[in-house]
């Protein structure tokens, strides 16, 4: 059985690289996500270093608040606008957006004030991108084929997430930080040069059979499919817990606890990135029936993660649980996304994928806000242990609503 299945995801990868549009959606959302990650490793340690934790928290704070605001008005967007054209727009402004800072960095003349707004901006701009493409993305795969399209850019991008984390690592003393940001506005601009090849899809213009589409047709849509929003906020939740548990502490644990420096911190993402490749692959190669459900019990695996980053006695312990914690988060994400891309019609998708959006990005803030101060006043491993029974009891309460809800609705079908 197991090696039809592999056999049978062979031949569907292979189906899906043979089709030339996905090819390039592939590659460009592959190419974005390998400047980010130059990007993300030199505003992180510059951050921790010049101010510790609630360094960290500020620059995570304006990278993720555009998409506590923007995140719904984007899924509107993805189903009000052309998919493709707003997912090209989105690349150029990001680019634009990053050239003077990029020559600024290169020049010795970056202004803190400068970073924080360049930042805000690209993050913007995210909030509009990511929707279109979670919508647009089945139109070119069939919906058949979404959970393992899907998995797949995901395993992709945690790959190229390690390794541009690992070169950024090397560089972070030998470059200057314009380096990275003009890393960052090619591959954007690359990639909207690959989106602009790829043919218009029928559906990818603007809907005429409704004015306006509404802000909460996106949460109306989720609906259609048992225990979906339950799924969707416990991404919410999980997602907050791990921004002010995670984020803030993985840079605090290399920084200061392990003394790592830079390229210790480097080390403790690229693990991060090995479990969410680890959990995309996995998902790549095997279908899950029942994603709504899956996608709430996949944080019971951050416990073991968090409890093993509060230990911190040494740095394979730190690995191993900061892996946990990457594959959790990475198999929560790609099966509440997919299971919103097989379940919304076209014309709803756009804005059901906003409403994922903000659970997935747009909480961030909120753990942030929340949480990350904590790191000043609290012992880490305390904040880490908390975090880790929080999410774990969390799991267990909406994976349970989600069974409920899934057994009711199977009886009520039964005796319709």
Wanted: glycine share 10%.
């Amino acid at each position: 059985m197991l090696l039809c299945n592999s056999k049978y995801t062979t031949i569907v990868l292979v189906l899906l690289f043979s089709h030339p549009d996905f090819r390039r959606a592939y590659l460009a959302n592959a190419v974005s996500q390998l400047g980010n990650a130059f990007q993300f490793v030199a505003l992180m340690w510059f951050a921790v270093a010049a101010a510790g934790p609630l360094g960290v928290v500020a620059v995570r704070l304006v990278d993720g608040l555009p998409a506590l605001l923007f995140g719904l008005h984007g899924g509107v967007a993805a189903d009000s606008w052309d998919r493709k054209r707003t997912m090209i727009a989105a690349d150029l402004v990001r680019g634009i957006v990053l050239v003077p800072v990029a020559a600024a960095g290169i020049a010795g003349s970056l202004p803190l004030w400068a970073l924080v707004v360049a930042a805000f901006v690209v993050t913007t701009a995210a909030s509009y991108f990511t929707p279109a493409f979670g919508a647009f993305l089945p139109s070119i795969v069939g919906r058949a084929s979404i959970q393992r399209a899907s998995s797949l850019v995901g395993a992709t991008n945690g790959g190229l997430q390690t390794t541009g984390w690992a070169v950024a690592a090397a560089l972070l003393g030998l470059v200057s930080v314009g380096t990275f940001f003009a890393i960052n506005a090619a591959s954007f601009f690359v990639s909207a040069l690959l989106l602009w090849r790829i043919e218009a899809r029928p559906r990818a213009t603007v809907i005429h059979d409704e004015r306006r589409p509404r802000l909460g047709g996106g949460l109306a849509g989720l609906r259609r499919r048992t225990g979906l929003p339950v799924a969707v906020a416990m991404l919410g939740a999980g997602m907050t817990i791990m921004s002010g548990v995670w984020t803030v502490g993985i840079a605090e644990l290399a920084h200061s606890t392990l003394d790592l420096g830079a390229a210790g911190l480097a080390l403790l993402l690229a693990a991060t990135a090995l479990g969410t490749i680890s959990a995309a692959a996995f998902l790549t190669r095997r279908a899950v029936r029942r994603k709504v459900l899956a996608s709430c019990l996949a944080w019971t695996i951050a416990l073991p993660g968090y409890v093993l980053l509060g230990l911190a006695s040494s740095l394979p312990l730190v690995l191993l649980g900061t892996f946990f914690v990457g594959a959790a988060s990475s198999a929560a994400i790609l099966l509440v996304s997919t299971a919103t891309q097989e379940s919304l019609p076209d014309d709803l998708l756009g804005r059901g994928m906003g409403v994922v959006f903000l659970g997935h990005v747009g909480t961030k803030p909120l753990g942030l806000i929340a949480i990350g101060p904590l790191y000043a006043v609290v012992d880490p491993a305390v904040i880490f242990v908390a975090g880790g029974l929080v999410v774990f009891a969390a799991a267990l309460v909406s994976a349970s609503i989600v069974h409920g809800a899934t057994v009711r609705a199977n009886l009520a079908r039964a005796t319709a």
